[in-house]
T-cell receptor, first 114, second 115 residues
């Protein structure tokens, strides 16, 4: 299996809702990432997990809460989001967290916050 | 931190022509330079990458060149086809400090190939 999968594909939520995004990979990768992508912009790194430990938090607001239950799964818990948080949320994985490993992206979850 | 500049922001070519996209980076410690293609509504997909110990790499119609001295790298697509139309992102990553392994992306180039 050489794919990163994400669920759901689309999500609409109100500002008081709590929801979660899920990401899964079965490539044996030990680094996993969350990115946020606005239309016509590059992906922006949010979080990096290496060996199931949070290694980078790019000063992301606490209304986004990542979780890595095991080496294959990555979740992003959402609570009290703002309309400006509407975006495509991409998960990625790589063999390890170094400067020269290919990152493979999932198809993303398109989030709309009303 | 690292800064990656990408040009042009839009590129329009006729089918069969070549397309060239250029990126410059700021941190001389950067050692990995991938290129991603993102079609509308799809995930970014790696199309080619180069590491700092290599000057050029080819894969069929796609090639990437790296000039470490000048700190720039370029994507070359020959014999373009309509299905090459997409947004292309360059990126750079470096091994050092607290940002080890972090990819910094360019702003993207919208490539349109006209039949």
């Amino acid at each position: 299996d050489t794919e990163v999968t994400q669920t759901p594909k689309h999500l609409v939520m109100g500002m008081t809702n709590k929801k979660s995004l899920k990401c899964e990979q079965h490539m044996g990768h030990r680094a996993m990432y969350w990115y946020k992508q606005k239309a016509k912009k590059p992906p922006e790194l949010m979080f990096v997990y290496s060996y199931e430990k949070l290694s980078i938090n790019e000063s992301v607001p606490s209304r986004f809460s990542p979780e890595c239950p095991n080496s294959s799964l990555l979740n992003l818990h959402l609570h009290a989001l703002q309309p400006e948080d509407s975006a495509l949320y991409l998960c990625a994985s790589s063999r390890s967290w170094t400067g020269a490993e290919t990152q493979y992206f999932g198809p993303g979850t398109r989030l709309l916050v009303l | 931190g690292e800064n990656v500049e990408q040009h042009p922001s839009t590129l329009s070519v006729q089918e069969g022509d070549s397309a060239v996209i250029k990126c410059t980076y700021s941190d001389s410690a950067s050692n990995y330079f991938p290129w991603y293609k993102q079609e509308l509504g799809k995930r970014p997909q790696l199309i080619i990458d180069i590491r700092s110990n290599v000057g050029e790499k080819k894969d069929q119609r796609i090639a990437v060149t790296l000039n470490k001295t000048a700190k720039h790298f370029s994507l070359h697509i020959t014999e373009t086809q309509p299905e090459d139309s997409a947004v292309y992102f360059c990126a750079a990553s470096w091994a050092g400090g607290t940002s080890y392994g972090k990819l910094t992306f360019g702003q993207g180039t919208i490539l349109t190939v006209h039949p």
